[in-house]
T-cell receptor, first 112, second 114 residues
């Protein structure tokens, strides 16, 4: 079945460092891909999405490119801030299901 | 600008007690979902409702029931709570269950079963 695998955390970086959180997927058909962010004590919020191969989703300085050849959707940010500390979830929505499948989440902590 | 509202925010139950978690959305969305979030396991889908009048099991439905009361409301019921159901529960909604439709989440209900 469809699945999402993302790098385990926690990931700890210094402020202004470059961030990569890896995400790969397995799916039939042509899924849409998402990154969600969860701040402490809150629900998940959509961060960005891409709906077809080679699309780049971007928001708040974060980017991810839909790579069909490597079945990946890695999240990147050039210079992280303390306020980016949160849990990040990679997810997919496939044409064979009316629901979203989430990865296990990656906790990111940014040191001042 | 409420979005998805869940009540209560916190609850402590004793084993065997029953409880209903409430969820309402004001975005005129067709699809609604219930998840549980446990450490190291991400989000697991309990039940979902693709449209008003329909409900379907997700990945972990045992021990739960749901009711899609109307288009706005989707409740989750624990008939006889067990310690294994201690978790954070999230309700979500989307315009429809299509491929490119993101979900909007409530702030969660933190449930402890003693």
């Amino acid at each position: 079945g469809d699945s999402v695998t993302q790098m385990e955390g926690p990931v700890t970086l210094s402020e202004e460092a470059f961030l990569t959180i890896n995400c790969t997927y397995t799916a039939t058909g042509y899924p849409s891909l998402f990154w969600y962010v969860q701040y402490p004590g809150e629900g998940l919020q959509l961060l960005l999405k891409a709906t077809k191969a080679d699309d780049k989703g971007s928001n708040k300085g974060f980017e991810a490119t839909y790579r069909k050849e490597t079945t990946s959707f890695h999240l990147e940010k050039g210079s992280v801030q303390v306020s980016d500390s949160a849990v990040y979830f990679c997810a997919l929505s496939s044409s064979s299901a009316s629901k979203i499948i989430f990865g296990s989440g990656t906790r990111l902590s940014i040191r001042p | 600008n409420a979005g998805v509202t869940q009540t209560p925010k916190f609850q402590v139950l004793k084993t065997g007690q029953s409880m209903t978690l409430q969820c309402a959305q004001d975005m005129n969305h067709n699809s609604m979902y219930w998840y549980r979030q446990d450490p190291g396991m991400g989000l697991r889908l309990i039940y979902y409702s693709a449209s008003e009048g329909t409900t379907d099991k997700g990945e972990v439905p045992n021990g739960y029931n749901v009711s899609r009361l109307n288009k706005r409301e989707f409740s989750l019921r624990l008939e006889s709570a067990a310690p294994s159901q201690t978790s954070v529960y999230f309700c979500a909604s989307s315009l429809q269950g299509g491929v490119d439709q993101p979900q909007h989440f409530g702030d969660g209900t933190r449930l402890s079963i003693l």
